[in-house]
């Protein structure tokens, strides 16, 4: 599969509701350092990125049948995935040293350039797939994220990694054939590394290493192995909202929403000179940035004015989800296509695998033995941690076959227990026999393979 991208997203990349195609930290667009945003989070003595968005054709390259591996690879820096909108999809990381890109400043959509102009990602793009054209402010995106979850939905399909296999956004369904929508929780719990990055805890949450699990989806009902954009879930399952230090608040569209614009504020001059002075908003007074020590403070203590005269509907619209490391493609899972990727956006080289996967999986069969020239109905139990995972509940396998003789009436309860009945024939050979389960996937076969589980008498 090709997807093809100009290095320009579907939407204006925008920082406090102002254009930066052109640009991060510039005259032109406002200087957001001179409004104490910045990259340190140390108001007007911070550095930002002085980096435009340039247009540059890429042409990336995923495997059509992608495989899984039991064993995951790393990721390197660069491009990983692809946006549906031809915009790459990073790992978390920045520099070698697996610096976190969390303290960087994005856009209103969660994307940035990196020094040579490539817009990217490397958190949930939440203008990708989950919003329409219209301006939503980032309380509206997180009550989208909690509607999914009343309603048992699922995020979008936002793109595709470089091996091939699916990245959806936040809200998933877990491989238990309940298909309630919740926050997926990602399993780097654990204590910091060097880099300050959380490690991996196996169980912890519901994503492997690489940050993906296998589950059904809307397109792949089946289920499959994906990746996850992850955020944090609240302790009641909905998205932790909170103030994010390092992302410029678009006050002018926030006023907008709640019919309280000030007419000047259509100028950006007029717009970004406010937000420095102050500015009144209803008859009250707001403080501007030039009375506090960096922009999130700023926002603090005009939510707190907000909350005080009667406005507590607005200042509720800064409300922000907060992302889980590692937020996007922490490991690869497959193997990504050969040169990847053409363009600016990075490359990866890796060869395709077969579409075929293959593992043990096979736990028991209950009872072990049947007579020859006999029908006997068998319960067998897979293996819950098999790799690789396991089928969704619902999904019954294409072929299961005892010593070569083929189950019917297989029925399967739950994810590790299947059932059905096997008719022996009469001139069958006595002994051990070979058990085969074969479950079809829109990605290829899974079979699994037991020996020495059950005997022919």
């Known amino acids: 599969m090709i997807i093809t991208g100009n290095g320009v997203p579907n939407y204006i990349p925008s920082v406090m509701g102002i254009d930066v195609s052109n640009g991060w930290n510039t005259a032109a667009n406002g200087d957001f350092q001179s409004l104490k945003l910045s990259e340190e989070n140390l108001g007007a003595s911070g550095g930002n990125n002085p ?34 909108n031809g915009i790459p999809v990073y790992n978390p990381f920045e520099d070698a040293q697996e610096t976190a890109a969390y303290g960087r400043i994005f856009s209103g959509c969660c994307g940035h350039p990196q020094r040579n ?25 997180c009550d989208k994220i909690d509607s999914l979850l009343v309603s048992g939905g699922h995020s979008p399909l936002l793109g595709f990694a470089a091996d091939g296999w699916p990245i959806y956004g936040p809200v998933g369904w877990r491989n238990d054939g309940n298909q309630t929508g919740v926050i997926l929780k990602t399993s780097y719990t654990g204590t910091n590394d060097s880099a300050g990055n959380a490690l991996f805890v196996e169980g912890s949450g519901d994503l492997d290493e690489c940050n993906g699990l296998v589950s059904p989806t809307p ?17 009641d399952g909905t998205v932790l909202r909170y103030l994010n230090p390092h992302f410029g608040y678009d006050v002018r569209n926030t006023l907008n929403k709640h019919n ?18 102050g500015f009144t908003v209803n008859g009250v007074s707001v403080a501007g940035t030039d009375s506090y020590t960096t922009f999130v403070k700023f926002i603090e203590g005009m939510q707190s004015t907000l909350n005080a005269n009667a406005m507590s509907a607005v200042a509720s619209e800064f409300q922000t989800m907060q992302i889980a490391y590692p937020y996007t493609i922490r490991k690869y899972r497959g193997t990504p296509f050969a040169s990847g990727v053409s363009g600016t956006g990075g490359s990866t080289a890796n060869s395709v695998g077969e579409n075929n996967t293959q593992g043990t999986g096979i736990v028991s069969i209950s009872p072990s033995a049947g007579s020859v020239a006999n029908t006997v109905s068998v319960t067998i139990t897979l293996d819950g941690n098999a790799q690789p995972p396991l089928p969704p509940a619902n999904v019954t396998p294409s072929s299961v076959q005892i010593g070569g003789v083929a189950l019917t009436g297989v029925a399967r309860s739950n994810t590790t227990t299947l059932t059905g009945s096997l008719a022996i024939p009469s001139n069958s050979s006595r002994g051990s026999q070979a058990v085969t389960i074969v479950f079809a996937t829109p990605n290829g076969n899974i079979q699994l393979n037991g020996t020495g589980l059950f005997s022919f008498q």
Request: proline share 5%; charged share 20%.
């Open 117 to 141: 102009g490539v817009y990217h990602y490397h958190k949930y793009p939440t203008c990708l797939r989950l919003l329409k054209d219209d301006w939503k402010s980032e309380k509206d995106k």
């Open 260 to 277: 309280l614009l000030p007419l000047s504020w259509s100028d950006d001059s007029a717009y970004l000179a406010a937000l420095k002075s």
């Open 51 to 84: 980096n435009q968005v340039v247009a540059a054709e890429e042409v990336f390259r995923v495997p059509l049948s992608p495989v899984y591996n039991s064993t995951a690879t790393d990721t390197s820096l660069g491009t990983v995935g692809a946006g549906l």
């Open 219 to 235: 397109e792949f009902p089946e289920g499959i192995y994906h990746y996850v954009m992850s955020i944090e879930a609240d302790s």
